[in-house]
């Protein structure tokens, strides 16, 4: 199976910082990695796809990047609608999707 | 505009069995997969199960094989989860997903791009 690790667990931020989420996968998995972002009491919201390709209606302060087993979520200057919790999941197998963790993005 | 709506949660004892369902519309619903996600109380999300098109394919986590079944009804336009022999474990919000699977440069992409609010299951004594 697929272990998807994300680092780091919680992360507190500012509005208009910079922020950088990072998710490994414990094989290479080309770029078949997605994001999401998902707010308290709510559904899932796909952010990124591809490892890099921006979900239509999605902001461009967001952005991914990253191949093999090494992948980054940045958003460039955090927005108070930013708070929140995002996952990374894998999709190069289709036999089993893995989500990560998840990361915890808080006010500080 | 494209929907998915759950229903079907609820308290059940352990060992007990339950049916998710899943209502889509705004789409084409046969021309997808879709998809079983679930989220613990405080936890982060699981997926659950996947099933192709027609059916032919589906596909489950290690821990529901055996007891859950995932299945489709393209006529009606909804997708199922039948949940036999309930673990306290499985108590979670469960969400369906659309599986939107993208063709570009010789790969194929799958994303879940359209998510359900999510319906509660609770197994307790």
């Known amino acids: 199976d697929i272990q998807m690790t994300q680092s780091p667990s919680s992360l507190s931020a500012s509005v208009g910082d910079r922020v950088t989420i990072t998710c490994r996968a414990s094989q290479s998995i080309s770029t078949y990695l997605n994001w999401y972002q998902q707010k308290p009491g709510k559904a899932p919201k796909l952010l990124i796809y591809g490892a890099s390709s921006l979900q239509s209606g999605v902001p461009s302060r967001f952005s991914g990047s990253g191949s093999g087993t090494d992948f980054t979520l940045t958003i460039s200057s955090l927005q108070p609608e930013d708070f929140a919790t995002y996952y990374c999941q894998q999709s190069y197998s289709i036999l089993m999707y893995t989500f990560g963790q998840g990361t915890k993005l808080e006010i500080k | 505009e494209v929907h998915l709506v759950e229903s079907g949660g609820a308290l059940v004892q352990p060992g007990g069995s339950l049916r998710l369902s899943c209502a889509a519309s705004?789409?084409?619903?046969?021309?997808?997969?879709m998809s079983w996600v679930r989220q613990a109380p405080g936890k982060g999300l699981e997926w659950v199960a996947n099933m192709k098109q027609d059916g032919s394919e589906r596909y489950y986590v290690d821990s529901v094989k055996g007891r859950f079944t995932i299945s489709r009804d393209n006529v009606k336009n909804s997708l199922y989860l039948q949940m036999n022999s309930l673990r306290a474990e499985d108590t979670a919000v469960y969400y369906c997903?659309?599986?939107?699977?993208?063709?570009?440069?010789?790969?194929?992409?799958?994303?879940?791009?359209?998510w359900g609010k999510g319906t509660t299951v609770t197994v307790s004594s």
């Open positions: 997903a659309r599986v939107y699977v993208l063709a570009a440069g010789g790969h194929y992409y799958y994303y879940m791009d359209v």
């Open positions: 705004g789409f084409t619903f046969s021309s997808y997969w």
